[in-house]
C-alpha cells in the first residue's frame, strides 16, 4: 500500500534533550513538508523539501532542523531550542504534475509530541 | 500577509439538518484553494481542489463552492460520521505552500 507513515504515534520529550520525528513515504513524491499543529489551530509550516538535499524554512522553523538525504525520507528534529514543543506534528508529501505546481499534499497520521 | 478565515469554529447539527462552512481568504494569486476532513488525533485527508470562482466540485454529502473571496463547504443531509474537523487552505502563486485557517469542528448528532 502507498502511503505516508509516521514514527513514534507518540513522543515524550525531556528538558534538554533532542528529539527527532520520523516521516517517511512510498509515494515517489518529490516534495515533503513538516507542519506543526496547537489545539483549536490551523496548521503552520515548519520546513519544506522539494528535492533531496534542499529544504526551505516555513513560517515556524526556530528550534527545528531537518534532512533530506533521501527522496522517501524527511525526519525533524525538535531541539532544546524550542521551548514550546507540545504540539501534533505532521508530515505531508505532494508531486509535481506535469508543466505546474499545482499538486495536493498528502498527510501523514501524525506524531504527538508531549513535554515530561 | 495572506489570511484565512473560518466560520463558524464550531457546528453542531441533527442529522439530516444541512448547513454550510465558510472559508474567506486574502491572498495574492490563489493558485488553489483545498479542503480537507480531519478526524481527531489524525492526519487531514483530502477532500477536494477548487482553482477558478464559479467552480464546483461534490463528493457524497459535501459540495465545495468557489468564489473570488471565499469558499463554502455544503453538507446535505448530513449523518453522524461526517463528524470531524474541516479545513481549509490556499496556495498561491509563488511556490506550493499551503497556508491554513483554524478549521471548523462540526459535530452531527443522531
Known amino acids: 500500500d502507498g502511503g505516508i507513515t509516521q514514527s513514534p504515534k507518540y513522543l515524550f520529550r525531556k528538558e534538554g534533550q533532542n528529539v527527532t520525528l520520523s516521516c517517511e513515504q512510498n509515494?515517489?513524491?518529490?516534495?515533503m513538508y513538516w507542519y506543526r499543529q496547537d489545539p483549536g489551530q490551523g496548521l503552520r509550516l515548519i520546513y519544506y523539501s522539494q528535492i533531496v538535499n534542499d529544504f526551505q524554512k516555513g513560517d515556524i522553523a526556530e528550534g527545528y532542523s531537518v534532512s533530506r538525504e533521501k527522496k522517501e525520507s524527511f525526519p525533524l528534529t525538535v531541539t532544546s531550542a524550542q521551548k514550546n514543543p507540545t504540539a501534533f506534528y505532521l508530515c505531508?508529501?505532494?508531486?509535481?504534475?506535469?508543466?505546474?505546481?499545482?499538486?495536493?499534499?498528502?498527510f501523514g497520521p501524525g506524531t504527538r509530541l508531549l513535554v515530561l | 500577509e495572506d489570511q484565512v478565515t473560518q466560520s463558524p469554529e464550531a457546528l453542531r447539527l441533527q442529522e439530516g439538518e444541512s448547513s454550510s462552512l465558510n472559508c474567506s481568504y486574502t491572498?495574492?494569486?490563489?493558485?488553489?484553494l483545498f479542503w480537507y476532513r480531519q478526524d481527531p488525533g489524525k492526519g487531514p485527508e483530502f477532500l477536494f481542489t477548487l482553482y477558478s470562482a464559479g467552480e464546483e466540485k461534490e463528493k457524497e454529502r459535501l459540495k465545495a463552492t468557489l468564489t473570488k473571496k471565499e469558499s463554502f463547504l455544503h453538507i446535505t443531509a448530513p449523518k453522524p460520521e461526517d463528524s470531524a474537523t474541516y479545513l481549509c487552505a490556499v496556495r498561491k502563486a509563488a511556490g506550493n505552500k499551503l497556508t491554513f485557517g483554524g478549521g471548523t469542528r462540526v459535530l452531527v448528532k443522531p
Open positions: 505531508a508529501s505532494s508531486t509535481r504534475l506535469a508543466g505546474e505546481w499545482y499538486e495536493t499534499q498528502y
Open positions: 491572498v495574492s494569486g490563489l493558485r488553489g
Open positions: 509515494l515517489n513524491h518529490d516534495a
